[in-house]
């Protein structure tokens, strides 16, 4: 048969190695878009990726510390940790997200890899960078933009200076969890639209790979957006009198959240069951309003958006960021320790607000809501509105920082700013009114040159303004005169700098529109420039963040110092207590070295009531130096101390306590300096497990606590329980207990007794996974002391078993398997033979 020829009207298809970018871009545009958002990830990240650097924060040391010694454990003893003895006398490490080794889908085939090859130790992180561009992109895509106004959004969102500080100032979490927030929104939207095998399972998976990134309070505001676009749809529906819809809306809905719920179960149902007994979800019992089952509302609302600090949006260093004179904090406004800007870049802001005006897009009018209600919600303490939803709002009571919702609002200005400049473009291009587009030409210019004359008129009006700036600059009486000037300074130089900065940012994207709607520039050019310009402005403020350490200093944060040297020589089981400032240091437990202080945003309640009612970890060296402090309570701090096991006291400060003999002195480092410490012994500690004869009961958990840490009340004599013991113990200065194995998740003690016991352990109790068994049968593990644990043990010899076993855990293990698979198996099913075909 003979071949057919070619129409001489038909295009050859050129190879590959012969198309330009453009016609590349054209063929793959998502791929494109991926590979950009990679390119300048890996750009901005260079030094971390190959450069042999990490970030380093006060908030990294908690896992990295506590995760040191865990990963030993589990690697050379094949115990999936779940428990740390390591701080506040034990705590769930697993649902406290101390360390979760192998429940993040994402990271399984990098750990795969880094077992044959090193990789970078923040690799596991920046990945999700490009995909936080990418699920703005593909939004916008949907939404039928072009491909230059849909990156410049997508560019915008993952390089947003707060989504970077997230990721700095070691937030690892959730700055995962925000940039799966799009994607997450890009396939619920795709599932709600088209429906099918194929989005019903990638819808699935991205809800639940965000679920198992585990940070709870980003994926709750991700569904207070979907929950808000979902009743958007539901009016929509109701409005066109498309009743038939609701139904499958609904039942989508229902499956996303089975889905994002069960994937992540293995994590979800521990951090759950978890929270009724930490300070996130058990009132104190010292609290005036017990029946408040939140945090609080003044530890709630810490860290509220002052409305003013709006201006952030604008100018990035309004308030200030980062350090300056003496590395003194350049920040003034009412949120402590901020180190970084809410800014999103001045022309993201001003393309965001083109698209609210005049684009009519249903999503475009949603996210204006969006950015309302998400500013109200971040105002916190400053209005009304969180107030109530503290009140309405299930779970909502469990959190704090309001001013982390912002992130809605800097996702919808990056896609509001993809709309907005979308329409410009196309404006540009249709343009046909000559008059019309003369005189807005003749405005804009007259717009650009303003903004740069009123640049000009505050440079010559710039000491006039700093003096005005210095009565609004709060006064810190801890600075001197002189010094306060040198703040002050710093802080309104860098605020003039960046003004200046964007008002040539602003004064350019005004002019190039101008120049765009005269012809002089192509719509293409003239978005590409845009980009150009938001690219110089962001990475201008991102890289005041970026300043990574050698990987070396936090190797070194993690190796023994000579007092954790001093302290590992003693082989016995103690804990230590370290005083006042350094009780929320972690360091100690690199070294496997317990403590009864630490750091943690969800501590156990009941050992906090403790630390609460007795005063201990704030006041203890304040008591040896009132003189309104009896020698009654003092005493009552050593006898508690003797309780928890504390030998050795680590402080700063000499004790007059005759029960502690210093034993050794040395430096420490602390916040980039170094200070003299004193290593004392407490003589009087003592062992971990007790054998008490003598029992109070105390129903009234607030009458317990304070029962337990007042003067009267002597732990080595006695022991406070909730109710009455099925034995009853009898005094028996023979008896004794022996820990013959002590590891993370289960102590076996021998005791011996001519008469019937109490056995007391100082390790708090975590009822839910907490279990005995004496002599091989299960027995109740009682509350001891309020926070402890005890059982009742007849007279004679007997192996007692603390073990950690978690239902929640094991249920969630199988969940998350299961529900992995049928997602799997639907994303598969639909991808192969779907109706839509291959093509997402």
Avoid: C
């Avoid at 070619?6 to 590959?16: I, L």
């Avoid at 939004?139 to 989504?163: C, E, H, N, S, W």
């Amino acid at each position: 048969m003979a071949r057919k020829k070619k129409s001489s009207g038909a295009k050859a298809a050129k190879p590959a190695q012969q198309q330009s970018v453009q016609e590349l871009i054209a063929a793959h545009p998502h791929a494109a878009a991926l590979g950009i958002y990679t390119f300048f990830t890996v750009i901005f990240f260079y030094d971390v990726l190959f450069g042999g650097k990490i970030f380093i924060s006060g908030d990294q040391r908690l896992p990295a510390a506590i995760g040191h010694v865990l990963k030993s454990v589990f690697a050379n003893e094949g115990i999936y940790p779940q428990w740390t003895p390591h701080i506040f006398a034990g705590m769930p490490s697993f649902a406290g997200l101390l360390y979760m080794p192998y429940t993040y889908l994402p990271y399984l085939p990098l750990d795969l890899i880094n077992k044959i090859i090193e990789l970078p130790p923040l690799l596991w992180h920046i990945i999700h960078y490009p995909f936080a561009g990418f699920g703005v992109y593909l939004v916008l895509r949907d939404q039928k933009v072009d491909f230059i106004p849909a990156l410049l959004a997508g560019f915008a969102f993952m390089f947003t200076p707060y989504l970077i500080v997230m990721e700095t100032a070691g937030h690892g979490s959730q700055m995962m969890a925000t940039a799966l927030l799009p994607l997450v929104f890009w396939a619920v939207n795709r599932l709600f639209d088209r429906g099918g095998l194929l989005y019903f399972g990638l819808a699935g998976l991205l809800v639940g790979i965000q679920f198992q990134r585990a940070h709870i309070q980003i994926i709750y505001y991700t569904w207070m957006l979907l929950g808000t676009w979902i009743i958007w749809l539901v009016v929509s529906h109701v409005k066109n009198k498309e009743h038939a819809q609701l139904l499958p809306l609904l039942g989508k809905v229902v499956f996303l959240l089975v889905a994002g719920l069960s994937m992540s179960a293995m994590q979800l149902l521990p951090i759950y069951e978890y929270g009724h007994y930490s300070i996130r979800g058990m009132p104190s019992v010292l609290a005036a309003d017990a029946g408040d089952t939140g945090v609080g509302f003044d530890y709630a609302t810490q860290w509220s958006f002052p409305p003013q600090e709006i201006l952030t949006f604008i100018i990035p260093s309004f308030y200030g960021y980062g350090y300056g004179f003496r590395g003194f904090p350049n920040y003034w406004g009412e949120m402590p320790f901020t180190e970084h800007t809410n800014y999103m870049g001045i022309l993201i802001f001003a393309l965001a607000l083109v698209a609210l005006i005049r684009v009519r897009k249903p999503l475009v009018r949603y996210l204006g809501v969006v950015i309302v209600l998400a500013l109200l919600v971040s105002f916190g303490k400053y209005t009304p509105f969180y107030r109530l939803l503290y009140d309405i709002l299930p779970f909502f009571n469990k959190f704090r920082v309001p001013v982390m919702i912002l992130v809605l609002v800097q996702f919808s200005f990056a896609v509001l700013a993809g709309f907005g400049l979308h329409w410009l473009v196309e404006k540009i291009r249709d343009h046909s009114d000559k008059t019309a587009a003369e005189t807005l030409i003749k405005k804009l210019f007259i717009a650009a040159g303003a903004v740069l004359a009123l640049a000009l008129i505050a440079t010559a009006l710039k000491d006039s303004l700093f003096s005005f700036m210095q009565g609004i600059y709060p006064a810190d009486p801890r600075l001197p005169k002189e010094f306060a000037f040198q703040v002050n300074r710093v802080r309104f130089d860098t605020f003039f700098a960046d003004y200046w900065l964007v008002s040539l940012w602003l004064a350019a994207g005004i002019g190039l529109t101008a120049l765009a709607l005269k012809r002089s520039l192509k719509p293409a050019t003239f978005a590409v420039l845009i980009f150009i310009i938001t690219l110089v402005d962001l990475w201008s403020v991102d890289y005041d963040f970026n300043k990574p350490s050698p990987a070396q200093l936090h190797e070194e944060f993690l190796k023994p110092d000579g007092v954790t040297e001093f302290l590992k020589k003693d082989q016995d089981l103690f804990r230590i207590f370290p005083v006042e400032r350094l009780f929320n240091e972690v360091r100690w437990a690199a070294q496997d070295i317990q403590s009864i202080g630490g750091y943690h945003p969800a501590k156990p309640r009941a050992y906090q009531d403790i630390l609460d009612a007795s005063r201990i970890e704030r006041e203890y060296l304040l008591k040896y130096t009132d003189p309104k402090t009896t020698a009654e309570r003092r005493r009552a701090d050593q006898k508690l101390l003797n309780f928890l096991n504390v030998k050795y006291v680590i402080t700063p400060h000499s004790i007059p306590e005759p029960a502690l003999q210093g034993r050794a002195q040395g430096k420490l480092a602390v916040g980039g300096g170094a200070i003299d410490i004193i290593v004392y012994e407490n003589t009087e500690v003592l062992p971990r497990a007790l054998m008490i004869g003598n029992y109070e009961v105390i129903e009234n958990a607030r009458d317990a606590v304070l029962r337990f840490v007042s003067a009267g009340f002597d732990p080595a004599q006695s022991v406070i329980l909730k109710k009455q013991p099925q034995i009853q113990p009898v005094p028996d200065s023979t008896a004794s207990a022996t820990i013959e194995k002590y590891s993370l998740q289960e102590i076996r003690i021998k005791t011996r007794a001519q008469q019937p016991q109490l056995l007391v352990l100082s390790d708090t109790h975590y009822p839910p996974a907490w279990h005995v068994r004496v002599d091989g049968r299960e027995q109740e593990v009682l509350t001891a002391n309020h926070a402890f644990r005890a059982v009742a043990l007849p007279a004679g010899e007997h192996e007692v078993v603390f073990y950690y076993h978690s239902t929640a855990f094991t249920t969630g293990v199988w969940l998350t398997i299961i529900s992995s698979l049928l997602i799997f198996a639907l994303l598969f099913y639909g991808y192969r033979y779907g109706p839509n075909g291959r093509r997402i």
